[in-house]
Every structure is written in structure tokens, then in C-alpha cells.
């Protein structure tokens, strides 16, 4: 590969700089799934580019924090919020309010700009819950099940616990492997309440799991004081907070993707955090993993009846 070489994406050409440059050298621990696997940017662009079909209706309207690595994973992390002035003119922004002024977010709405980030060595991307039409009123919760360890059968464990009460609220639920240790539980929502309401509900519900099970799963925000339980975040849904989005590949050893799962495949003892990576996750995208349930909102009122209700 030369220095620098030119894609033609849909209707855009996007130039990709370096291709041969190593974002994820073969220098980790060599266990699991691709761990000793050396990639390139040429090879993210390529991953991106075949999975934004799966991946950009999980993007579209969102502003997204990029979080780049423009040495590789093992040098500097930028997180950035505000779009830079070198971007291209037809990469989409929105303006969000901040406390003290505004942030103009980046928004990937097609597969060019999704190229055109990787190209950046924007790694993984961070999405906001809510859209920029309606940018105070989220459509997504989500719990994100984060182990006191790197115990996947930890994490099994509680998702179950989860979605037995979700079910029991009729709330679809979607199960997503982080790419990192834990697992994301996406509930799509009918984008009427603000974050505030979303994270109330999402805190209801945290704290009833805790209450069923007080020695597996604790809501305590700080390390010291979970004492080897499975920690239930619901601070993902708080106004301006982000979380991975579904097939975003994460900053570690063997290029993992944060990776959509069906509650079937949770029983799989071979799946894990890390189970897919570059080299695979686009077919386990082909699957539908999700199939629709990104599309059965539910309202957060008659939820958190229901949770009144509910003994314990």
C-alpha cells in the first residue's frame, strides 16, 4: 500500500491516509479470538465499510463522541466531541447545548462518512440515545452489566436476571456484547420521556435486581464499595452520556466488536465480551441478531407502574 489511496464510497471520494499503518498490533496476549492478530487501518476501513449496512441504522441522527487512536491502541486516546474544521463539508453535525455553551457533534448517517472515521482512526464511536430531531427525548435504555472481574459467567448470570424482569415488565429487551468484559441490555422506548425519566426508570429497575439479588449485583457507583459483585450502570442515560454503539470495534488487543447477540446465544458457553472481532463480526451481523425489536418501543409510564406493583 502506498501512502495514501482513494475510496470511492457511494457518491463520495474518500481518501484514506496511511492504509499500512498497525492500529492493533500482534503484540497482546495471544489468548482467545484474534488476540495476537495484528491489524491495520486499511483493515478497520474495510470492516467498517462492510458492516455500515448493520451498523448505520444504529447511527443515523445520533451525535456521536469519536474516540481515536491515531498512533494505535497503545498510544494516545483522543475523545472528540467537537467536529474538527478539516472535516469534510458533507460529514452531517449537529449543535447540542452544554452546560456554559453548545457542542457541534459529528453524525454518521451514511457509509462514506463511516469511512471517512475510520480513515481519522476513530476506533470506536460512542452514541448519544436520543437523535438529533429530538435530541432531549431518548428512544434507548441501557443497562450496561459490568463484572467486578473479567468473568464472563458472572455477566451470563445477571443478563438472565435482567431480562426474567424486563419480561415480567413487557419491555423488549436486546442482549450486546461490549467487545471490552460486561454486556449491554438495549430497551428500545417510544422517545416521550427526557433523560431524566429514562434514567429513573432505569434506576427502578437496577434497584429492584439488587433488592432480588443483594449479593450478586449492586448499583454502588464507586469500585471500592461493590465488593465483588456485578455492577448494574444505568448512568448511560443521563442527558449528553453516550454508550458503544452496536458494531463498533473497541480498543484492545485483537480489534473485539461491540457485537449483537440473540438471548439464545448468551447460553452459548463459547460467547463472550470479546467473541467476535474484526475478522468475524460481520457475519454474525448477516444473522439479524436483533431482528425487529429495535422497533417495539414501549412507553416508560405503564413500566413504572408495573415496577409498583412488584413485591421486592
Known sequence: MGSARTLRVGRRAVEIHRPDKVLFPADGDGQGRGGGTEYTKGDLVAYYRA???FMLPHLRGRPLMLERHPDGVGGPTFMQKNTPDHCPDWIERVEVAKEGGTVVHTVCDDTASL???ADQACVTLHRWLSR???IDRPDRMVLDLD???DDFDQVRRAARDVKELLDELRLPSAPMT???????VVVP???HDDFDAVRDAAREIAEKLVRAHPERLTTAVRKKDRGGRLYLDIQRNAYAQTAVAPFTVRARPGAPVATPIT???LDDPA???RRWTIADAVDQARTDPWAGVMRRARALGPVRRRLGTLRG
Open 51 to 53: 458492516v455500515a449496512p
Open 115 to 117: 469511512v471517512h472515521l
Open 271 to 273: 460467547v463472550d465480551a
Open 263 to 265: 438471548w439464545e446465544q
Open 178 to 184: 461490549t467487545g471490552s468484559k460486561g454486556l449491554h
Open 147 to 149: 463484572p467486578a472481574e
Open 132 to 134: 438529533s430531531g429530538r
Open 189 to 191: 422506548v417510544n422517545g
